[in-house]
Structure formats: structure tokens, C-alpha cells
T-cell receptor
């Protein structure tokens, strides 16, 4: 089946630094990818929709200047958490749908971010 | 009211038990419904889609009641490996704004 990878799987950084997370579709092309965030004991929250070759679409309440998304190719989307703060510590998960279907999504393994 | 509501549990059941999870959703226009499973510190994995006619996959049965805006998941003969969090997911929005809305999840622990 379709595989989505994420890198890194976990990262610890100091407050104020920027962290880049990569999401790759390994055996299919994805014109759209989704970025989610999940805090402990919370549900997945969609942060933004990453669109290949165009600007990302951010959900209400998500700062686009803080969470920079780049979808430069059909197999790669990156999320950069700029000037990270401890409250940004979370589990970040990307997903990609097959064949333009938003409903059947393949999830990456997630990136656990801890900001000290 | 939350868009998707689930009893967070935890449900503690012995091996072999039958357990049922319920989920309600607020948007009557929702078109698609799913159950996902998420293990601790892992990404969610699709367990099954939910259809109006109900569907079964081995020990798992999912049902949808559109009139009551209610979805259920039944697990029969539960195994230790069924221990996980079960997430109810519905679609929300329309057109290009269509997206998945996630419940908080119901935690299941199957005990030997």
C-alpha cells in the first residue's frame, strides 16, 4: 500500500529555534498533503493543507508565519516551526490522500517535537 | 457542542469480551464516516469506513444512523492486540474545504 514517511521522528530543541519536518510520499504522487497536530489526550487537529506549487491553506487560528509550509514537489512537503516555544511541543503528523481523495488518507509516522 | 463526540473511556475488558463504542456528530451534512485506530505514540491507521447499510470486517462491525447522527463500532472476541485508542472521524465542510473532523478517541484496554 501507499507509504508516507516523516523525518525526523522526534526532535528536541531550544526555545527560539526553528525546526523543519519533512513529509514524503514514497510510492505515489501527492498534489495535496495535510499537516495535523495532536496534543496529549487530544484529537488530531488539522493545521493546514499543503498544495504542490501553490500556497498552503491554513485552518483558522493557525499562524501561517509561524508554521511555514512548502510543497515544492509532488512527493515532498515540509513544515517549519519558526521560533519554537514550549507550547509548540506536540505530535505533528502529515498525511497524503491517494488520487485526489481527501477521505482516504495515508499517514506518516509522526514527528514528536519537544521544545525546551 | 463538539463536532464529533466520543466517550473517552477507558474501557477495560477481558479477552474474548464484546465491546461497543459510540460516536455522535453534529453536522448533518457529513457525508463520510470512518473508524481509525491509534496506538500509543503512533499515527492513526484506518480501521474501516462506515456505511449506512452497516459493514463488517471480521470481528469488527460498524454502523451508521444518519437520523440520529450516530456511529458505532462493535468489537467481538476482543484480543490483547485490540488495545488502542479508537477514533471516530467524519467529513466536514464542502468542496475544496472538505476535511476530516476527528473525535477525541475512546481508549480500550483488553486484559488477559
Amino acid at each position: 500500500g501507499a507509504v508516507v514517511s516523516q523525518h525526523p521522528s522526534w526532535v528536541i530543541c531550544k526555545s527560539g529555534t526553528s525546526v523543519k519536518i519533512e513529509c514524503r510520499s514514497l510510492d505515489f504522487q501527492a498534489t495535496t498533503m495535510f499537516w495535523y497536530r495532536q496534543f496529549p489526550k487530544q484529537s488530531l487537529m488539522l493545521m493546514a493543507t499543503s498544495n504542490e506549487g501553490s500556497k498552503a491553506t491554513y485552518e483558522q487560528g493557525v499562524e501561517k508565519d509561524k508554521f511555514l509550509i512548502n510543497h515544492a514537489s509532488l512527493t515532498l512537503s515540509t513544515l517549519t516551526v519558526t521560533s519554537a516555544h514550549p507550547e509548540d511541543s506536540s505530535f505533528y503528523i502529515c498525511s497524503a490522500p491517494l488520487a485526489g481523495s481527501k477521505e482516504t488518507q495515508y499517514f506518516g509516522p509522526g514527528t514528536r517535537l519537544l521544545v525546551l | 457542542r463538539k463536532e464529533v463526540e466520543q466517550d473517552p473511556g477507558p474501557f477495560n475488558v477481558p479477552e474474548g469480551a464484546t465491546v461497543a463504542f459510540n460516536c455522535t456528530y453534529s453536522n448533518s451534512a457529513s457525508q463520510s464516516f470512518f473508524w481509525y485506530r491509534q496506538d500509543c505514540r503512533k499515527e492513526p491507521k484506518l480501521l474501516m469506513s462506515v456505511y449506512s447499510s452497516g459493514n463488517e470486517d471480521g470481528r469488527f462491525t460498524a454502523q451508521l444512523n444518519r437520523a440520529s447522527q450516530y456511529i458505532s463500532l462493535l468489537i467481538r472476541d476482543s484480543k490483547l492486540s485490540d488495545s488502542a485508542t479508537y477514533l471516530c472521524v467524519v467529513t466536514g465542510g464542502a468542496g475544496n474545504n472538505r476535511k476530516l473532523i476527528w473525535g477525541l478517541g475512546t481508549s480500550l484496554a483488553v486484559n488477559p
